[in-house]
């Protein structure tokens, strides 16, 4: 049974900063490729970051690249996305799940970030 969880979600100001971490289980974690979505009101789940199985490889979207970061740690099952210069259209929920450049289909409950002054 594939378990996410994401956490580290919540209120910050534009430039602002954010960590988020999601605990995988239920699966032989190190053999697949993660990847961040976010999905804001109104719009379609869209990709941030992906990260292949041995860390070598990542892929972002255009409009967070050079600001975000996917890293993952596979002894402690967990990938995370280091969120740096947050803008006000960061502003959503934020899921893992695996696959590289499309979903496996096991979502978390996703984690809010909302980027406002």
């Known amino acids: 049974q594939v378990q996410l969880v994401e956490s580290g979600g919540g209120l910050v100001q534009p430039g602002g900063s954010l960590r988020l971490s999601c605990a995988a289980s239920g699966f032989t974690f190190s053999s697949y490729a993660m990847s961040w979505y976010r999905q804001a009101p109104g719009k379609e789940r869209e990709l941030v970051a992906a990260?292949?199985?041995?860390?070598?490889?990542?892929n972002y979207a255009d409009s967070v690249k050079g600001r975000f970061t996917i890293s993952r740690d596979n002894a402690k099952n967990t990938v995370f996305l280091q969120m740096n210069s947050l803008k006000p259209e960061d502003t959503a929920v934020y899921y893992c799940?695996?696959?590289?450049?499309?979903?496996?289909?096991?979502w978390g409950q996703g984690t809010q970030v909302t980027v406002s002054s």
């Open positions: 799940t695996r696959g590289w450049a499309t979903p496996l289909g096991a």
């Open positions: 990260i292949n199985a041995g860390a070598y490889n990542r």
